[in-house]
């Protein structure tokens, strides 16, 4: 019999949102009974087992691992080989953060009844240790698999909850360890029992004597883009935080190390990228269930104005099968099954992308509503708003998960178009212009970003 104990230290550069279920229109994050937030080691095992499953491994290979899947006839008779233990998070400096979102009607440009909710954020920056224990008598098949298993976690991962939101990717930093028990052997199983016992007191693990794992990321046919976005000169740009005041400030938040920065959430380039995207569609002759004429239709239908239409995958209170009818609608439309609907989840992650505040060149604005009948200002209606000036510089980072040819080119299409202007960001209150400085493509797909703008230069 063999034990092995693998530690990796992750990183979570834009946050992480670990949930444990809703209370109204506010997310909960999972906390262990002291109170402190954690990463449920599920969710590490689910993420775990998807990325394993793509690393040139069989069915059998996954299931003699993780355990049969849930809902199998032998899922009890089948447990996973790998415990993974609760991750306890690092907040560092600072402390969770409530940011507020709501749901755009693209056909409108306005909000959805009721769709305003609140996402609590762990800070940009925290840090956590994720542990995994595995004991069989197959040394060769364990070898292999913790291996397979460090590559994986080298790699970039997505955790927690509302990771549409742009958070949740993770970065190992630092070596992975690895220790290695002959059970057999007296010396080398009481070195486990003290290794396990040190971990159940502290939750952490001591490197001294820990062989290093040499790791390489995960093979996949992901996509990355890093691109930096500064405003151009003369321009500005406004992402409000929602506070409830006279003035709309700019969104903050502090990272780990206690700095306070400027943020520009990846939800809101999310958001304008998949209404470009879902235009380039339609012009290369696909059927797309976000269009005016679905959304007129299901509205004269008596559809609800609610997610499934900020989706386009539009059902009714005639509709039977109402799960499957979206699934099978997500399958035949190429955005949504790049963005993620209601029926399934994406496989694009565009990530919040952080400015200093010391480095953010601010500028206040005054306002007032002007009545339009007298023509003078209407009383109790003025109002002021923060905006951020050339040159502030966002670093974004995009990843496709199991990226088609299609999605690479309208990505760039995309960024051409926010380059140029024609897509703008933010409220209205200011410009909303990007432009790109720099950009880096990694990946299968990559060629589509020599984007015919001269002014955009590779690293």
Known sequence: MYAYCLQAKIKFPAGLTPGDGTDGHSAILARDGCGRPVLRGTAVAGVLRSTYANCDVTEEQVRWLFGADLGDDDSMLTPSRLQVADCLIDLGKSSQVMRTHNQINRHTGTALDGSLFDIPRLPPGSTTDIILWLRDDDEDQLDRAMQKIANCLAGDLVFGGKSARGAGRAQCIGDIHLWKFDLRDVDEHAAYLDLHRSWRANSKLETNGA????????????????????????????IASGEKTDKMLILTTSHADGVEHVVLPGSSLRGVMRAWMNRLAVKEGKQVSDSAKNYTAAIEAGA???????????????????????????????????????AARGRIHIEDAYLPLKNAHKQNRAHVAIDRITGGAAEGMLFQNEVITYPAQFPVHIKIVAAQDSEIRWLAQTITAIHLGLIRIGS????????????????????????????????
């Open 211 to 238: 062989a290093t794992v040499v790791t390489e990321s995960a093979s996949d046919n992901s996509f990355h883009l890093d691109i930096t976005f500064q405003i151009p000169r003369g321009q500005d740009i406004l």
């Open 304 to 342: 609800t104005l609610n997610g499934d239409l900020v989706n386009g995958l539009y059902t009714t209170f005639k509709d039977k099968g109402r799960a499957q009818a979206l699934k099978t609608r997500h399958d035949a439309d190429p955005v949504a099954g790049l963005f993620g609907s209601l």
């Open 428 to 459: 209205s209150k200011a410009a909303g212009r990007l432009e790109v400085k720099t950009f880096k493509a990694m990946g299968a797909g990559a060629e589509h970003f020599t984007l015919p703008i001269q002014q955009i230069k590779g690293d």
